[in-house]
């Protein structure tokens, strides 16, 4: 069984940043794919980042390139998500997500890369 529980979430201003973690149990951390995913108010879910278990590869979503940094400690079996210049539009719950297939050299980049998905922390960033 996998469990994936994120933290780091809260109330930001716009331009502010945040700093999101994932603790992650049940599979073999070092050997995934990992990424996270989010859902705005009224929208569906969709790719925020993906990090191949290598640690070699980062994927950004068009929307938020340039403000993200993904990053992993497999030693702590813990995946972040720094995110920098949020804007309202971010709001949203932001979930952690792992990819089922280990040693996999597959992208991470987009929502289907990924099979698993924690319970979500809430991002939400006033104006």
């Known amino acids: 069984q996998v469990r994936l529980v994120e933290s780091g979430g809260g109330l930001v201003e716009a331009g502010g940043s945040l700093r999101l973690s994932c603790v992650g149990s049940?599979?073999?951390?070092?050997?995934?794919?990992m990424g996270w995913l989010r859902q705005r108010p009224g929208k569906e879910r969709e790719f925020v980042a993906g990090l191949r278990w290598t640690g070699d590869t980062a994927y950004y979503s068009d929307s938020m390139k340039g403000r993200l940094s993904i990053s992993r400690d497999n030693a702590k079996n813990t995946v972040y998500l720094q995110m920098n210049t949020l804007k309202p539009e971010d709001t949203a719950v932001y979930y952690c997500?792992?990819?089922?297939?280990?040693?996999?050299?597959?992208?991470?980049?987009?929502?289907?890369?990924?099979?698993?998905w924690g319970q979500g922390t809430q991002v939400t960033i006033s104006s």
């Open positions: 997500a792992m990819q089922a297939a280990a040693y996999s050299s597959v992208t991470a980049d987009s929502v289907t890369s990924f099979d698993y």
């Open positions: 049940g599979r073999a951390f070092s050997s995934h794919n």
